[in-house]
T-cell receptor
């Protein structure tokens, strides 16, 4: 069963617009971690944010912010005032602590294109 | 911060040959190493998990005799694609986890093309 669902396949915006990426996860664990990664065309994965299941405080870090809601199993990510360099594929991922190896399960990814 | 060096970044090989991909953790001990495969426009699919000094655990559908994983030390893990075929052409990426730190450090990936 898919543990992480990113329903948006592609999003295209004009520079300076805000972009919100949706992520819905599924787990029976009470302790888990959620991540957002960025993958630019070069291929490397860039870590953006991590949140554990006990911390629902939403924060802003520069142009990034996230909205973690356990009640709806969602972990959405927003880029404010998007820039062309934000163009990339963004992955949401889940790590369940009950999995002794702490495997990361990735969503399908959302391709973000920011046009100048 | 933590760095994982992955080599080679690109490799082209002939069908039937074997290719070895190396991942080294440069400034930390990688107690667990994960190997992923990513086909174009798709997500990262976990192939196997290896703990230092133990045999790798493969995900369902991944042939362990074809994708040999060795994690002999806390700083080095290798993935060998044996008897490669064109359908093995993909982007392979490793990820290391340090026991004391709940985070994952990814290598820069290896683009394998089998001709």
């Amino acid at each position: 069963a898919q543990k992480v669902t990113q329903a948006q396949t592609e999003i295209s915006v004009v520079e300076k617009e805000d972009v919100t990426l949706d992520c819905v996860y599924e787990t029976r664990d009470t302790t888990y971690y959620l991540f957002w990664y960025k993958q630019p065309p070069s291929g490397e994965l860039v870590f953006l944010i991590r949140r554990n299941s006990f911390d629902e405080q939403n924060e802003i870090s520069g142009r990034y912010s996230w909205n973690f809601q356990k009640s709806t199993s969602s972990f959405n990510f927003t880029i404010t005032a998007s820039q062309v360099v934000d163009s990339a594929v963004y992955f949401c991922a889940l790590s369940e602590v009950s999995s002794n190896d702490y495997k990361l399960s990735f969503g399908a990814g959302t391709t973000v294109t920011v046009r100048a | 911060g933590a760095v994982v060096s992955q080599h080679p970044s690109r490799v082209i090989c002939k069908s039937g040959t074997s290719v070895k991909i190396e991942c080294r953790s440069l400034d930390f001990q990688a107690t667990t190493m994960f190997w992923y495969r990513q086909f174009p426009k798709q997500s990262l699919m976990l192939m196997a998990t290896s703990n230092e000094g133990s045999k790798a655990t493969y995900e369902q559908g991944v042939e362990k005799d074809k994708f040999l994983i060795n994690h002999a030390s806390l700083t080095l893990s290798t993935l060998t694609v044996t008897s490669a075929h064109p359908e093995d052409s993909s982007f392979y990426i490793c990820s290391a986890r340090e026991k004391k730190n709940y985070g994952y450090t990814f290598g820069s990936g290896t683009r394998l093309t089998v001709v």
